[in-house]
């Protein structure tokens, strides 16, 4: 509860939301506008993207009968599975004033390792292990770049992803790996009692980093060195050490991604895991973490994440191209950022 | 207002026309070139300036002097249009100023010379002085143009910098020479030159000094503010002293002394907190116990700096900003590495690699901005506290939030800082509330040594209470308090010594009791520094 800005999300969660979430938001100088208004300590305005994505679900579901059904629902959360991890690692990055934009191709890389292993017919867990090794690396070199503070993290992990787009597509001759083996059967569309099996790491990594930022110290420092770096090096804290552990918790958590998506298409490959830096941004600024660090909270990211999966699930059902997906995507990111400079 | 139709690039050059057609008539007019009437001017909390008034005649060095927080730079600031006063009025040139904006003032011809100017270091000494302004051909820079005026205002006003150099290759005081140069042909008629030689070794003070006799010649009103007196006998015309937000005289130079001048800035301020009682001495064998010691210390700022402090004792370090009051501290913390002499903590060596290693060894800093290098905005007040220590409210690995929030309740409750909750974000806090989250902090630390950077300044006479009474009960719990400030006031009534630097020496060090404010500020800004005892 320390922590407020997670506070809110655990009053938006409903489930996970505790009493005491309500008084947190308590300031002595804070003005009552639009944006601070309260519903039975709800704070509306980070609850958006839900209002909006009832909104869209009511109105999609008026216009298509089969919308509102159990398939189209485990379609939903097939879709947003892979990014929704890689959004989580995102926000604790985002929150500590980071920033990494190699997951796209990493989670690729992740996925090529697995995938050639597999083709060397090497056991299963060891190829698994190895490729999410693979991208933990990764995570831990961009790490060190940008804990030396010499160049944006920005300019590190986009020079990054170049490296990787290159080294992918040599790695892999540009023909993807087609048979990802024991992955294909467990996350390949497979459910378990009715519920994707994608869904599970997606809910354990949601899970593992509303824990990590809320009652780690590391968590907590993440938020502290976004919040105000120098401050946060003048209380004694290693900063340097601290970002490049966040870094490589981003590349660990990429590396999973990776698999799920390897997994789900039955196949490994450089563009696997294209667009994910900007969508993984996207949908944790939509859900209200901050783009320049010291607030957000993994329920709030998962907001958008939800968000953007519906938005995407209802334009195919209204029959549009994709293309409109992502107009929609972009009027979406523009409004969620003025929405949350409003509440300043 | 008379020369801004100089600039529009028509004329050509505007330096090879008789000098001082452009400018006002003549030095002996008696008609004020800025005339500030009964001027007041209110912030939250705090009366800035009372019914101020004051005039500066055309070509004159006008010198503003007085103690931090006397309303000097909130009375440059309703000059130049960055704040408009409550009350009162502000001519300038015979014009009525009822418009304030810094362009408004800088229009008239009014221009700052700030310590920090916003030049362009990546152009030419012409291009910034012609920023905005420069001349064209044919729709293109003329380049040519623009360093051949620039050379001809730059000699005119002996100001000896190379018009084609870029900016960012500059010394300081060149560069403060370009900002000189950029207002002057601006048509500036006034320059406010703010703490001008703070950055500046000896030999570039002198040759700033040699640009203000020109600008004088040149009849350019110069208003300086500094807390160098002997910079302000050498240069100034006339001396206006303020004091409490309220003017206490504007004298002729040579009608006063530096001696009179201390004392009307000192004057007879109110006592704080008369009520801090100075603490019966700690028990022995906490004496010593956590003694600081500076042996011979030099850095970029310090000179040969040797002191020492006491466990349970608050001692002020004071001196004019740039003197090495901070330095000290950040010497202290490990954020800088002596270049020679050592320093001792306890009975052992103490070499701090940084303020993680100094935080481990009990020595915590409470920096000045709060804002900048203290707090973390957008976390609670309780996360702020806990932020230093983590690991102490892990259990199995994990932060139990419950007892990160009863400690800092109880300092909540102890250091009586007013929030609804530790919940509260530290944003919502008041500064004296939000520097007693830092003193928490450092309680937290449990720190041996504090170093507290300016923590009364901005925070109301209530606050400011408290905040001495904490910190004597700090001293009496055999910690060791070393409070840099520049309130010397503040300091002579809640510290038990104070020691006085000045340009990077320690000039006095003498226990609170034996000494004044008068003579504090005397051996912190007078010109007799030999005569420290």
Known sequence: MSVDPETQVSATSGALGSPAAAESEVGPRRRRTWTSITIGGLDLYSLWPIVVMILIIIITSLRASNYLSVSNLENVISQIAPLGIVTMGQAILLISGGIDLSVGYNASFASIVTGLLLEHHHPLGLDILAGVAAATLVGFVNGVLAAQNRAHPFIITLGMSIFLFGLDTQMTGGAPVNDMGGLYTTFGGTFWGGIPTVAIPLVVVVIITYVFLRWSRLGRQAYAIGGNEEATYLAGIRVKRTKIYLYTLMGLIVGVAGMVLAGQINEASFNLGQNYELESIATAVIGGTALFGGRGGALRSLQGVALYGVVQNAISFAGLSSNYQQMALGVIIVIAVMVARASR | ?533
């Open chain 2, 1 to 533: 207002m008379a020369t801004f139709q100089d600039q529009s690039g028509d004329r050509p050059g505007a330096g090879s026309a008789p000098r001082g057609a452009a400018h006002k008539p003549s030095n002996s007019s008696s008609q004020p070139l800025l005339d500030v009437r009964a001027v007041s001017k209110a912030f939250p909390g705090v009366q800035a300036l009372t019914n101020v008034s004051c005039s500066i005649l055309p070509g004159e060095v006008h010198a503003l002097v007085g103690q931090n927080g006397a309303g000097k730079s909130t009375l440059v600031k309703c000059i130049t249009g960055v704040h408009p006063p409550d009350t009162g009025e502000i001519d300038f040139s015979g014009n009525r100023i009822d418009a304030f904006s810094p362009k408004h003032a800088a229009d008239a011809g009014i221009a700052v010379v700030h310590q920090r100017m916003p030049l362009l270091p990546e152009l030419s000494v012409a291009e910034n002085v012609h920023l905005g302004r420069l001349p064209t051909r044919a729709g293109f820079l003329d380049r040519g143009a623009a360093n051949r005026r620039t050379r001809e205002l730059l000699g005119r006003f002996k100001l000896d910098v190379d018009p084609e150099a870029p900016v960012g290759s500059l010394t300081v005081s060149e560069r403060q020479e370009v900002a000189i140069a950029r207002a002057l042909f601006r048509a500036a008629q006034l320059l406010v030159l703010d703490e001008p030689t703070a950055a500046l070794d000896a030999a570039q003070s002198q040759r700033l000094f040699a640009v203000v006799e020109n600008l004088r010649r040149e009849n350019v009103a110069v208003l300086y503010v500094s807390h160098y007196l002997e910079e302000i006998f050498a240069l100034a015309d006339r001396i206006t002293v303020l004091r409490d937000g309220r003017l206490v005289r504007t004298t002729r130079t040579s009608d006063t002394n530096e001696t009179e001048i201390v004392t009307l800035m000192a004057g007879h301020r109110p006592s704080v907190g008369a009520d801090v009682e100075r603490s019966s001495l700690p028990a022995p064998d906490v004496r010593g116990a956590a003694s600081v010691r500076l042996d011979g210390v030099s850095t970029d700022v310090l000179r040969d700096v040797s002191l020492s402090i006491d466990a349970g004792e608050v001692v002020g370090i004071t001196g004019v900003i740039g003197a090495g009051g901070h330095e000290i501290a950040r010497v202290l913390f490990g954020l800088t590495t002596p270049e020679t002499g050592s320093l001792t903590l306890g009975d052992a060596p103490y070499r701090p690699h940084g303020p993680r290693d100094a935080l481990k060894k009990g020595v915590c800093l409470v920096p000045e901005d709060p804002a900048r290098e203290g707090m973390v905005p957008e976390m609670s007040v309780a996360a702020n506290i806990s932020m230093v220590d983590l690991p102490r409210f892990e259990r199995r690995g994990f932060l139990s939030l419950r007892r990160e929030r009863t400690t800092a309740r109880d300092y909540v409750n102890q250091l009586g800082i007013a929030t609804a909750s530790v919940d509260t974000l530290v944003r919502n806090l008041s500064g004296g509330n939000q520097q007693k989250v830092l003193l928490a902090r450092a309680l937290a630390a449990n720190a041996r040594v504090l170093l507290l950077e300016e923590p009364t300044q901005g925070v109301d006479i209530n606050a400011k209470r408290e905040i001495h009474r904490i910190i004597r009960n700090l001293a009496t719990e055999g910690k060791a308090a070393i409070v840099i400030s520049t309130d010397v006031q503040d300091l002579l009534e809640f510290a038990d010594r104070v020691i006085a630097l000045r340009r990077g020496r320690v000039a006095r060090d003498v226990p609170a009791a034996d000494t004044s404010f008068a003579e504090i500020l005397d051996v912190t800004v007078g010109a007799d520094v030999g005569t420290a005892a």
